[in-house]
């Protein structure tokens, strides 16, 4: 029997990206997603040519562990006086992190403050914790330092209004992934395999029950330099909508390898975009408004030219917002668009795709592949989309010359597209449905900007290894849940990256109004696995870390408990999938596939809580002969952590995919018994 994983519940929308407030005299507005706001803006004179910016910052929905973390991008707009325009707040910064001047005067969550470089001066900062954490973020008294010399017409500070602009990001790590998923994704992207050769068979490729990277599935993306396309053995394709035959995508654009910061939230709120219109010139603001289309949505009083625009619900999405009006957005807050490679890379991550795969993103952003909307990234199914070299705003309406004028250069991803299922990887012309101001309501766009260097905190994040050698232990082995014959762990599952589904690794989910936590931390559940053989068996311990030890099951049922599961597939193709708890009755061990019941009565387990240490060990000994293994034969491996704190599974940590469903031993990592 395979043990079936807890109920995979749906994502729904969790609300939407940008909060304006207001400095000195100008209120503040309700909060948005994640309750993000910014409050008590001020500003003081430094010296002659800057003065400090002091505000206050807080969201909800925030988490950092290690590389894994959500920010806020932070911009603002300042004004000489009520007669004069606004105009974009450049900062002074002499590193990345934590420039100089720069900091947090008033207590609350420790922060870092992340200041990128860009075209015409330091356009804004991400705001992030400075440590290991989830929950709510309240930052008091964070200090900026802004370049006042690069200012035009602002003599006095006293007189000065100054706007304050947040974005929630979700950060995207550097490391190599997948394009395509072998199976019959719509125009989805390939490694040809052959010179000449056209689009996979997809029937053949479906049937498959892994892809494997083979040549003529998945394209893996490795470096942040060009990539080759066309029907040349090797080189990038696509069943539809393809870039160039014997062409490239250039070593500019942005594939997706290199570190990014995207949009939490796929599309602008009503808030956002009324917020955006009152930084703008009469003139301007006309272009960006569509009285027939969000008219009603966002109200436009007072008397020209000193219209005021409100937004009636601000935390509802905003409709009817065109490529132009996006753009110019991303455009004026010092963003840039998002392309479809790195679309498929804030979904997948680094994983291995599954044949039509449909997950939730990797890194925690909202709303990719959970329907209800699709989204524009740039495409590299055209010479416009191709020819984006990732140039940011410099935080004003001037759109950089790379970016594509209109939807030609863009693609429809996520997974409704008029009624069909786009999934990870399929793509649609973005000319062929309704997608523009005046034919969709709700076409959203997500932004994104390049992750600055110098930012030495982020590590790249990669597939998991680990030892794939099971040493010969030197002393005899005995379970007992003790663990005092083994040395360092082979292997430690305590990262986000190890907490499946992935949409319960960081802020809390909506499920049909019950609001359901994430995981906690490595204090919630993490485990350290040790391995080895002792001449006769092969040897397995793990200790949990767990804050509640709970299991009511028993016989086959006990891995909806606090449970260890362990899979392991032989050269032959035998699998055994067992597992090990420590129920209301006691320690139990089943064994749910595998070739007769030798091993289930030669097994020796142990499963011991301890209480104060928080902590649940467990040992098992498999004795070789009855697992049908040899020295120096390889296997496969999996193992799975279960965790239950009395009101279901929500989550669990895994070595790797194929354990729990969709059940796939191909995906095991590979383990030798060394002799």
Known sequence: MTRQFPLSYLPLAAGHGLMFTCALLLAAPAARADNLKIENVRVATRDEKSATVTFDISWTG????????????????????????????????????????????????????????????????????????????????????????AAKGLNDMAKTNIRAFAIEMVYVAEGPFSLGSGGRDLNGFYRSARDGGAAPDYRRLVARDVVTNADDTVYRVTAAEAIPTGRQKGTLWAAGLTPEDGGEIPAAFPNGYAAFYCMKHPCLTQGDYADFLNTLTEVQANERYHARGHGPEIQRSGKAPDYVYSAKLPYARCPWLSWADNTAFAAWAGLRPMTELEYEKAIRGPQDPAPNDAGTSYWGAAGLNT?????????????????????????????????????????????????????????????????????????????????????????????RTFNRHAPRLQRAFRADGVLDEWGKPSLTLDGAEDVFPVYRRFAPFNYYGRLLQPWQGPGDVSGKVYLGWDGEALCLAVEVTDDRHFNTKGGDGIANGDALQMGLVTAEGVHWNIGAALTNAGVAFHQWEGKGDTLAKTADCAVVRDDNARATRYELRLPLAALGLKPGAECGLNIVLFDDDGDGQPYWLQLAPGLTDPVNTKLYPRLVLEK
């Open 62 to 149: 925030s988490w950092r562990h290690g590389s894994f973390h959500d920010a806020a991008w932070v911009l603002f707009k300042a004004q000489a006086d009520k007669k004069s325009g606004w105009q974009h707040v450049r900062l002074l910064a002499d590193k990345v992190v934590n420039p100089s001047g720069y900091g947090q005067t008033e207590g609350g969550t420790p922060v870092e403050l992340v200041v990128p470089d860009g075209h015409d001066g330091f356009t804004g900062l991400f705001v992030r914790r400075a440590r290991e954490g989830k929950g709510a973020l309240t930052a008091r008294g964070v200090t900026v330092i802004w370049d006042t010399a």
């Open 371 to 463: 329907g209800g909307h699709y989204e524009r990234p740039i495409s590299v199914g055209s010479a416009a989309g191709r020819a984006f070299a990732g140039t940011h705003g410099r935080g004003t309406l001037d759109v950089p010359q790379d970016w594509p004028a209109d939807l030609g250069g863009a693609v429809i991803r996520n997974q409704h597209e008029i009624g069909r299922h786009l999934r990870t990887s399929g793509r649609s012309a973005a000319r062929d449905v309704f997608a523009d101001r005046n034919l969709h309501p709700f076409a959203c766009w997500r932004a994104a900007r390049s992750a600055p260097s110098g930012d030495a905190a982020m590590e790249p994040v990669v597939e």
